[in-house]
T-cell receptor
């Protein structure tokens, strides 16, 4: 089944403890992206990647890192999480052209205390 | 700057009634246009998309959307709503591409649909 897999689904952590949210897609998509979703703010792009070893900042990149060493994987790294990073996170992928739209993962609900 | 506006934050309809969710966009050319649905606790699922051709496009779950260039709108409709349609709906624009290959999706802030039995 074609899908984007995120792990974990739920995560509670403490301020300052490094964490990684994994994202993997099995559709050979070139384009991958991370979003955070907050009430009243919709979806805001954190980082995106057009292909392996090519990443760029989205609209809200502060406090986040990403890497794209393999085409299928695009992990999101929070080096020192803070409470304002408590949010619902989505990974998404799409082919080379914007025509097809995204396939989204199921989301990761992160709480930083 | 490119933007997507969904003017209705919440909409409530009765089951069996018709539905129209509004979406307006700002973009220099004809963009790729999308509607997504997010059911509670789920990721976003693509309902339908438009780029060119017939301005009325059909999607999954009985939804359709109409592109109106003169109004920069891409409204989502359904003739008869079912209780299972209660969800949040997002309009999105795909912008960019070309020789650089770089593109971006811009999302509206969403419309939450409540369905009354």
């Amino acid at each position: 089944e074609a899908q984007v897999t995120q792990n974990p689904r739920y995560l509670i952590t403490v301020t300052g403890k490094k964490l990684t949210v994994t994202c993997s897609q099995n559709m050979n998509h070139e384009y991958m992206s991370w979003y955070r979703q907050d009430p009243g703010l919709g979806l805001r792009q954190i980082y995106y990647s057009m292909n392996v070893e090519v990443t760029d900042k989205g609209d809200v990149p502060e406090g986040y890192k990403v890497s794209r060493k393999e085409k299928r994987n695009f992990p999101l790294i929070l080096e020192s999480p803070s409470p304002n990073q408590t949010s619902l996170y989505f990974c998404a992928s799409s082919p080379r052209t914007a025509y097809y739209g995204y396939t989204f993962g199921s989301g990761t609900r992160l709480t930083v205390v | 700057a490119q933007s997507v506006t969904q003017p209705d934050i919440h909409i409530t309809v009765s089951e069996g009634a018709s539905l129209e969710l509004r979406c307006n966009y700002s973009y220099g050319a004809t963009p790729y246009l999308f509607w997504y649905v997010q059911s509670p606790g789920q990721g976003l699922q693509l309902l339908l998309k438009y780029f060119s051709g017939d301005t009325l496009v059909q999607g999954i779950k009985g939804f359709e959307a109409e592109f109106k260039r003169s109004q920069s709108s891409f409204n989502l409709r359904k003739p008869s709503v079912h209780w299972s349609d209660a969800a949040e709906y997002f309009c999105a624009v795909g912008a960019g591409g070309g020789t650089s290959g770089t593109y971006k999706y811009i999302f509206g802030t969403g419309t939450r649909l409540k369905v009354l039995a």
